[in-house]
């Protein structure tokens, strides 16, 4: 009974991954519109970030009180409202607070719906599961860059959200019919627990050790990585000359090495373990992103990308299974607790490197993911190791 919802959600996962990427190509013609550069621009990706971190101190305990499928259904639909305001914003501040409402709801689709797995699917059968799962999240990472370049460069940015809207109108509707028919996803790990005593206990996980060693791992991975990818397209179309349509699909390579890697778990996780994983994602994220910097042509820039995806999930992936497992009790909100930080480190690293690229250009940026998350890897894989022993 757990396969067609998975999929569900992994489609609801397509849409938040989709909204989350979909402005990376467009900061061009954002920034063209309103007469700002493209790191002004870039507060549409900020505003969105911000919102999804922060309200996952919401979405988790509210999803282990009411059950986490019934909430990811309401999110999708009401990320429709925000993702059409978004389309009908006639300023910039307009676009980034519409940007950061949608972002509130969307934020609650993909963690609560990983905690969810959490709930229902084995530890020792959930790393092959969440990375089947992320097939959708990677996929809307590729829908959201490709949609966004060339839908934007034929109709408009405006018209992308509008295409977004209705998207998350379609999946919500086959949400809503599979917690009318599957008793499953009507269960509830929270119904004992008031929300203000849920909160409590969100707060009481900061105690343990190991779940801050992860919290922190995924906001300085997020900081890394999302503030380098967040500005790939933008490099690509003003660098190597690329338009805008084609430095969108491109970008897909990305998530072509994350599917590559969704693939191959189930026979990759048993052969090299998860600091196996752990230590060849974080050299393949260092080689691809000193590949980014010395890259001549936009073909060159294809297999980059597609091992900075593949690096990423094997290092992200292991983080995310452990997520699960912090606190099976409250497992809602120790997901979110992740997510928060993981967007928290995503924000802080685009507005950094909004602020790099305005002033030095896209490589020093490049440059510093290109050390900072092999070193991540090796000290989280250091770390695991210890806890294993």
């Known amino acids: 009974m757990t396969g067609r919802a998975i999929v569900l959600l992994s489609l609801a996962a397509l849409a938040s991954a989709a909204a989350l990427r979909v402005t990376d190509p467009l900061l061009a013609l954002i920034a063209s519109e309103y007469r700002v550069t493209p790191g002004a621009a870039a507060a549409v990706i900020t505003g969105f970030s911000v919102a999804y971190g922060l309200l996952q101190v919401v979405h988790g305990p509210i999803g282990d009180r009411i059950g986490k ?6 999110a999708t639909a009401l990320s429709a409202l925000g993702t059409f305001a978004c389309a009908a914003a006639p300023s910039l501040g307009w ?16 963690p609560v719906s990983m905690a969810w797995i959490g709930d229902v699917v084995p530890y020792e059968r959930r790393q092959p599961v969440l990375a089947r799962f992320l097939i959708g999240q990677m996929s809307g990472v590729a829908l959201g860059t490709t949609a966004g370049g060339v839908l934007g460069e034929a109709f408009g940015w405006r018209a992308v959200f509008v295409a977004l809207g209705v998207l998350y109108l379609a999946i919500s509707a086959l949400l809503a019919l599979e917690l009318r028919g599957n008793p499953l996803t009507r269960r509830t790990s929270g119904a004992a627990v008031s929300v203000p ?16 060693v992860m919290l922190v791992t995924v906001f300085a991975e997020a900081l890394l990585f999302y503030g ?20 969108g699909a491109l970008v897909t390579a990305f998530a072509a090495g994350g599917l590559l ?21 974080g050299a393949l994220l260092g080689i691809a992103w000193l590949g980014m910097i010395v890259a001549p042509s936009a073909a060159w820039a294809v297999p980059c990308l597609t091992a900075a995806g593949t690096g990423l999930y094997m290092l992200h992936n292991t983080l995310q299974v ?34 790099i690229v305005d002033h030095f250009g896209t490589r020093p940026v490049f440059a510093v993911a290109a050390l900072g998350l092999p070193l991540l890897a090796l000290e989280f894989r250091r770390r695991l190791a210890a806890r294993a022993a």
């Open 95 to 110: 676009l980034v607070a519409a940007r950061f409402v949608s972002g509130a709801t969307v934020g609650a689709l993909i």
């Open 322 to 355: 452990h997520a699960t497992q912090m606190a099976p009790e409250a497992r809602g909100a120790a997901v979110s607790l992740f997510a928060l930080s993981l967007f928290s480190g995503q924000s802080a690293g685009v507005w950094i490197s909004a602020r």
């Open 197 to 212: 005593d849920a909160f409590r206990r969100m707060a009481g996980l900061l105690r343990g050790p190991w779940v801050r």
């Open 261 to 281: 890697y969704a693939a191959l778990a189930g026979r990759v996780v048993p052969r090299l373990g998860e600091t196996g994983l752990v230590l060849t994602g």
């Open 69 to 74: 499928y019934r909430l990811v259904t309401a």
């Open 228 to 247: 380098a990818l967040s500005f790939v397209a933008l490099h690509l179309h003003e660098r190597l000359g690329v338009s805008l349509g084609a430095s």
